[in-house]
């Protein structure tokens, strides 16, 4: 992209809410258009290929698919496109997940206000963004003698999973909420204890507690 192009923009979020606060941040640069936005993962893959944006803003948490399975999606058919993940997490929670899967940059909604139109520059110009704190931490990890924490070894539903317990959530709640049958989620459950070396739902609340892994 050169300088002076537009950067057209597409928003996936299932709050149209933050979809409408979003755009009045955007509405302030010049170089900056909303050509696009969907309420769930699967609009978001779909109406992405009719806007032909260069950046997509892209909930982490949709209702239909985890924002982590629309990236890779996105990122199959799109290669060279930017997504800038955006969450209400803390940046440590997903924020890996999210650039190991092709992410250009990774937001809280918190900061987005402040970082947004910086950061959607940044990734637009084909570099990775993330905020000073999360780059602390990215270079803490790769640091001598770093072995990864057990819930690293999960795979992102899985990780899903284990934070909704966590959170308090049933299994048949996580089924709903995530479009998927009990069986899943329950084999989900089984394959994390397992990875983690924990023994029930108590100890997995504990383990996420203690690792800030959950608010």
Partial sequence: MT????????????????REGLKQILAESRDIIVAGEAENGVDAIKLFRKAKC????????????????????LKKEHPEMAVLMLSM?????????????????????QSAPQELVVAIRQVAAGQKYV????AQELASQLG?????????????????????????????????ELSLSVKTISEYRSRLLVKMKL?????????????????
């Fill in 89 to 109: 997490h803390r940046e440590d929670q997903y924020a890996i997940r999210s650039l190991k899967a092709g992410a250009a940059g990774y937001l809280t909604k």
């Fill in 3 to 18: 300088e002076k192009t537009t950067i057209r923009v597409f928003i996936a979020d299932d709050h149209a809410i933050v």
């Fill in 54 to 73: 260069h950046v997509m803003l892209l909930d982490i948490s949709m209702p239909d698919r985890s924002g982590i399975d629309v990236l890779k999606q």
């Fill in 131 to 134: 905020s000073a704190a999360l």
């Fill in 144 to 176: 001598d003698g770093y072995d990864g924490a057990p819930h690293e070894a999960l795979s992102d539903r899985e990780y899903q999973t284990l934070t909704m317990i966590a959170s308090g959530k049933t299994v048949s709640a996580i089924a709903e």
């Fill in 199 to 215: 023994k029930n739902s108590a100890e997995l609340t504990h383990y996420a507690i203690k690792n800030q892994l959950i608010e």
